[in-house]
């Protein structure tokens, strides 16, 4: 199967999980999980959450990151990969002029 996320809506999504402006999502969800593209301009973010019931995993695809992962915070480059495991919490924010592109998946 292919996901062409360029052939789904993009949902413009404001103060995602609780953060700031708003975060482009386009998204494939089925009985199983979801596989996401998350675009995060500069200022944007998505606000701390904790999983408690899935864990996630964020591929940054481009851009740069400042990442709160269990209170510590990092920051996350293109190429890094990002677990949040279930139980622990993370929120993601980009305040870089270049926009922040993250392939996400998420078990349902």
Same mark, same amino acid.
């Given at each position: 199967?292919?996901?062409? /996320?360029?052939?789904?809506?993009?949902?413009?999504?404001?103060? /995602?999980?609780?953060?700031? @402006?708003?975060?482009?999502?386009?998204?494939?969800?089925?009985?199983?999980?979801?596989?996401?593209?998350?675009?995060?301009?500069?200022?944007?973010?998505?606000?701390?959450?904790?999983?408690?019931?899935?864990?996630?995993?964020?591929?940054?695809?481009?851009?740069?990151?400042?990442?709160?992962?269990?209170?510590?915070?990092?920051?996350?480059?293109?190429? @890094?990969?990002?677990?949040?495991?279930?139980?622990?919490?993370?929120?993601?924010?980009?305040?870089?002029?270049?926009?922040?592109?993250?392939?996400?998946?998420?078990?349902?």
């Amino acid at each position: 199967m292919i996901v062409d /996320f360029d052939s789904l809506e993009e949902v413009h999504a404001a103060n /995602f999980k609780g953060g700031e @402006d708003i975060v482009r999502r386009t998204a494939y969800a089925d009985n199983a999980g979801k596989i996401i593209r998350l675009r995060l301009v500069q200022g944007s973010s998505i606000g701390y959450h904790v999983h408690e019931n899935d864990y996630e995993v964020m591929y940054i695809i481009s851009g740069r990151a400042h990442c709160i992962d269990d209170g510590v915070e990092r920051e996350l480059k293109a190429g @890094d990969v990002h677990y949040c495991p279930k139980g622990h919490g993370h929120s993601v924010s980009n305040p870089y002029e270049e926009e922040l592109v993250i392939f996400a998946v998420l078990p349902e």
